[in-house]
């Protein structure tokens, strides 16, 4: 199984490999041999070949900054070539990539059918200290992560090759999506903490070019530069935490780490878990590391569904559930992750209430709804956390992707220029409503059976004076205070996100009917079987008790579902045209900008670093240069009496010479 395991990381590698060097001359050979390619058809309407119209609108918390904007399509002659004719690279980017989805599909079907963990090692490499193995591990929950990967991934790829379809730089495009789904498979299935490290940076880096794709706007630029820095925080606290478990454990196995975790000094296993949660807050997007997630929807939209949606930023809740033994040996950690995510996912929901660009809710909607996973492993309920995880990469996947159809069709990012699509846009309507009755929690579909397992799990540690009852004996705890903040916040959450959901779901559906069309095939299939999978992937929890709902928990959540939603929906039926956000007045504007955090960072940490860089270059140079510049007229002085002799005239050479001969002819003749 692990040999499957490691093709599945390897085919997408190889895509991305072949798909640059070799698929310009694979698109050849299939033209001269008369397949038909996209070239051969008329070129879509300019709105259609990337979907979008350029809005530029100031950034929250920047003055005079655009907000990045899909839609400006990239310059004529750069290099690469489009998707359209570009057949060769399409093949290498879906072909493996699905490939790789059957592989997951069968790698779950054989720990279904017979669980346990399966180890293999490729190589050690011995540093030293602890040695590093390269190899895989299998288990139940990498399988199930896997299928998720494999799963978005293909969707994705799929989906990006009709609304790509006029993109010069398709090739790498497609490229870094294929190695940034065997990056994150690496991390799924490494069972060595520095190899999941490598597959987690190059995720990073992928994410870095992806959310640039457009670099030569700005804007786009600038946003893909934030996500990266904001995110090596993050990661430079984890790796610390990973350099600290494997000195502590005499190894970076995965395995062995949380068998020798119960026997390391607590002081240490408390540091380590502090420092992970720096990779997860980074990674993960949660405060205070979460304002690159927001701008990084700078990206196309594709990209967002893939990377910022249900993969990458769910690596870190995946990196506390991998190594969750550290955790509940150091409940501190679940402490800091409980109140990190009470604040996160009340924030987000605030901000995501406000937003104007649709994009933008779906955005806060991520953090937010990552942080209702991070609340359930705070809780103690790891099976509840990986069951939400899995049930929101597919609906928000499902959103991404829907969003892309409506922005495809209106050409524009913003709630505001939407509305009426219903009728035109019949099938995006249908699954994008399934997406949001997910996102709100609303029965029968998927998003209602895994928050209700972390609420009602919450609601119960809380009941409990924070005693998670996870190890035997139960002896593992949170404060009291933690858990009652916990399972308050997750309630005010379910509100305010039934609250943005139909808030979206009515401005984009709703209200005076706009002149649209359907997406293209490429683009409703995708949408249509994620759909499907977010409908009925929930009802797979009723196997476990833990997963089930049950009525008391399940009807709080409802009710204050039931709550967000009239509220929103009272303010809309007094003017189905206009935005019910503007009932919130003086507030929006915090709330728009989310509480005006990147305008704080750059005033706490931005300006003062300029600052300081600013002294510094001047202490160089007035202090250190200056120091070595004093010293040249010393030295031109020096060097000028050194050349008095050096004349150039022999005859000056020849007189000296002389002079020296008689004068040691002397010397010698009076000491004698």
Same mark, same amino acid.
């Given at each position: 199984?692990?040999?499957?395991?490691?093709?599945?990381?390897?085919?997408?590698f190889?895509?991305?490999?072949?798909?640059l060097?070799?698929?310009?001359?694979?698109?050849?050979?299939?033209?001269? +041999?008369?397949?038909?390619?996209? %070239?051969?058809?008329?070129?879509?309407?300019?709105?259609?070949?990337?979907?979008?119209?350029?809005?530029?609108e100031?950034?929250?918390?920047?003055?005079?900054?655009?907000?990045?904007?899909?839609?400006?399509?990239?310059?004529?002659?750069?290099?690469?070539?489009?998707?359209?004719?570009?057949?060769?690279?399409?093949?290498?980017?879906?072909?493996?990539?699905?490939?790789?989805t059957?592989?997951?599909?069968?790698?779950?079907?054989?720990?279904?059918?017979?669980?346990?963990?399966?180890?293999a090692?490729?190589?050690?490499?011995r540093?030293?200290g602890?040695?590093?193995?390269?190899?895989?591990?299998?288990?139940?929950?990498?399988?199930?992560?896997?299928?998720?990967?494999?799963?978005?991934?293909?969707?994705?790829?799929?989906?990006?090759?009709?609304?790509?379809?006029?993109?010069?730089?398709?090739?790498?495009?497609?490229?870094?999506?294929?190695?940034?789904?065997? =990056?994150?498979?690496?991390?799924?299935?490494?069972?060595?903490?520095?190899?999941?490290?490598?597959?987690w940076?190059?995720?990073?880096?992928?994410?870095?070019?992806?959310?640039?794709?457009?670099? %030569?706007?700005?804007?786009?630029?600038?946003?893909?530069?934030?996500?990266?820095?904001?995110?090596?925080?993050?990661?430079?606290?984890?790796?610390?935490?990973?350099?600290?478990?494997?000195?502590?454990?005499?190894?970076?196995?995965?395995?062995?780490?949380?068998?020798?975790?119960?026997?390391?000094?607590?002081?240490?296993?408390?540091?380590?878990?502090?420092?992970?949660?720096?990779?997860?807050?980074?990674?993960?997007?949660?405060?205070?590391?979460?304002?690159?997630?927001?701008?990084?929807?700078?990206?196309?939209?594709p990209?967002?569904?893939?990377?910022?949606?249900?993969?990458?930023?769910?690596?870190?809740?995946?990196?506390?559930?991998?190594?969750?033994?550290?955790?509940?040996?150091?409940? #501190?950690?679940?402490?800091?992750l409980?109140?990190?995510?009470?604040?996160?996912?009340?924030?987000?929901?605030?901000?995501?209430?406000?937003?104007?660009?649709?994009?933008?809710?779906?955005?806060?909607?991520?953090?937010?709804?990552? =942080?209702?996973?991070?609340?359930?492993?705070?809780?103690?309920? %790891?099976?509840?956390?990986?069951?939400?995880?899995?049930?929101?990469?597919?609906?928000?996947?499902?959103?991404?992707?829907?969003a892309?159809?409506?922005?495809? =069709?209106?050409?524009?990012?913003?709630?505001?220029?939407?509305?009426?699509?219903?009728?035109?846009?019949?099938?995006?309507?249908?699954?994008?409503?399934?997406?949001?009755?997910?996102?709100?929690?609303?029965?029968?579909?998927?998003?209602?059976?895994?928050?209700?397992?972390?609420? %009602?799990?919450?609601?119960?540690v809380?009941?409990?004076?924070?005693?998670?009852?996870?190890?035997?004996?139960?002896?593992?705890?949170?404060?009291?205070?933690?858990?009652?903040?916990?399972?308050?916040?997750?309630?005010?959450?379910?509100?305010?996100?039934?609250?943005?959901?139909?808030?979206?779901?009515?401005?984009?559906?709703?209200?005076?009917?706009?002149?649209?069309?359907?997406?293209?095939?490429?683009?409703?299939?995708?949408?249509?079987?994620?759909?499907?999978?977010?409908?009925?992937?929930?009802?797979?929890?009723?196997?476990?008790?833990?997963?089930?709902?049950?009525?008391?928990?399940?009807?709080?959540?409802?009710?204050?579902?039931?709550?967000?939603?009239?509220?929103?929906?009272?303010?809309?039926?007094?003017?189905?045209?206009?935005?019910?956000?503007?009932?919130?007045?003086?507030?929006?504007?915090?709330?728009?900008?989310?509480?005006?955090?990147?305008?704080?960072?750059?005033?706490?940490?931005?300006?003062?670093?300029?600052?300081?860089?600013?002294?510094?270059?001047?202490?160089?140079?007035?202090?250190?240069?200056?120091?070595?510049?004093?010293? #040249?007229?010393?030295?031109?002085?020096?060097g000028?009496?050194?050349?008095?002799?050096?004349?150039?005239?022999?005859?000056?050479?020849?007189? +000296?010479?002389? =002079?020296?001969?008689?004068?040691?002819?002397?010397?010698?003749?009076?000491?004698?």
């Open positions: 199984m692990t040999v499957l395991a490691a093709q599945a990381v390897v085919l997408p190889l895509g991305a490999v072949f798909g060097l070799l698929g310009p001359w694979l698109t050849r050979i299939l033209v001269a +041999g008369g397949v038909r390619t996209a %070239e051969d058809t008329p070129p879509a309407p300019p709105t259609e070949a990337r979907g979008v119209e350029e809005h530029v100031a950034v929250p918390g920047v003055p005079g900054e655009p907000v990045p904007q899909e839609g400006r399509a990239a310059p004529a002659g750069l290099p690469g070539g489009g998707s359209r004719g570009a057949l060769g690279p399409v093949l290498f980017a879906v072909l493996p990539t699905a490939l790789t059957v592989l997951t599909l069968v790698i779950a079907l054989a720990v279904w059918r017979n669980p346990g963990t399966r180890t090692t490729l190589a050690e490499v540093t030293g602890p040695s590093i193995l390269v190899g895989l591990s299998v288990d139940g929950l990498a399988a199930l992560l896997a299928v998720l990967v494999g799963v978005v991934a293909l969707a994705v790829q799929v989906y990006s090759v009709a609304y790509m379809r006029d993109e010069p730089r398709y090739s790498s495009y497609a490229a870094f999506v294929s190695l940034f789904t065997s =990056a994150m498979l690496l991390v799924v299935f490494a069972r060595d903490l520095m190899v999941l490290y490598v597959g940076e190059i995720m990073g880096i992928c994410s870095y070019f992806l959310v640039g794709h457009h670099w %030569e706007d700005k804007a786009n630029s600038r946003a893909a530069v934030k996500a990266f820095l904001v995110t090596r925080v993050g990661d430079a606290g984890l790796l610390l935490g990973v350099i600290v478990l494997g000195l502590g454990a005499g190894s970076f196995d995965i395995a062995t780490v949380l068998d020798e975790v119960g026997g390391m000094p607590h002081t240490t296993v408390v540091v380590a878990a502090l420092l992970l949660l720096c990779g997860v807050a980074g990674k993960s997007a949660q405060f205070p590391l979460h304002t690159w997630l927001p701008d990084a929807m700078a990206g196309p939209t990209i967002s569904a893939l990377i910022h949606a249900a993969t990458m930023v769910a690596a870190g809740v995946y990196l506390v559930a991998r190594l969750y033994g550290v955790f509940l040996t150091a409940p #501190v950690a679940l402490a800091v409980g109140v990190v995510a009470a604040v996160s996912m009340v924030g987000a929901a605030l901000a995501a209430l406000a937003q104007r660009d649709l994009k933008r809710v779906l955005a806060y909607s991520t953090i937010s709804q990552l =942080a209702i996973m991070a609340a359930g492993l705070a809780v103690g309920s %790891e099976p509840a956390a990986m069951f939400h995880l899995v049930t929101h990469g597919a609906f928000k996947a499902l959103l991404f992707l829907s892309g159809c409506v922005i495809h =069709a209106v050409g524009s990012n913003l709630l505001a220029d939407m509305g009426g699509l219903r009728k035109a846009m019949p099938v995006t309507f249908v699954c994008m409503t399934i997406g949001y009755a997910a996102l709100a929690g609303l029965p029968p579909v998927a998003g209602f059976f895994s928050k209700d397992a972390v609420i %009602e799990h919450a609601q119960n809380a009941f409990n004076d924070g005693a998670l009852g996870v190890l035997p004996g139960g002896g593992t705890s949170i404060p009291a205070w933690t858990a009652w903040t916990v399972y308050l916040s997750l309630l005010l959450t379910t509100a305010l996100t039934a609250a943005y959901a139909l808030r979206a779901w009515l401005m984009t559906f709703f209200g005076p009917e706009r002149a649209a069309h359907e997406a293209p095939a490429a683009m409703r299939w995708p949408i249509i079987v994620l759909a499907g999978a977010s409908a009925v992937i929930g009802f797979f929890g009723l196997a476990a008790e833990e997963l089930r709902p049950h009525f008391g928990a399940a009807a709080m959540a409802l009710l204050f579902t039931a709550a967000g939603a009239g509220a929103m929906l009272l303010a809309w039926r007094d003017a189905p045209a206009s935005d019910p956000a503007d009932r919130l007045k003086k507030v929006r504007p915090l709330l728009e900008n989310a509480f005006y955090m990147d305008g704080l960072y750059d005033r706490v940490i931005v300006r003062p670093v300029k600052w300081t860089g600013r002294m510094v270059r001047g202490a160089d140079t007035r202090v250190v240069d200056g120091a070595v510049e004093a010293t #040249v007229p010393a030295a031109r002085g020096l000028a009496l050194a050349r008095l002799p050096q004349t150039g005239n022999p005859q000056t050479y020849l007189t +000296g010479l002389l =002079a020296g001969a008689v004068f040691l002819v002397l010397a010698v003749v009076a000491l004698t």
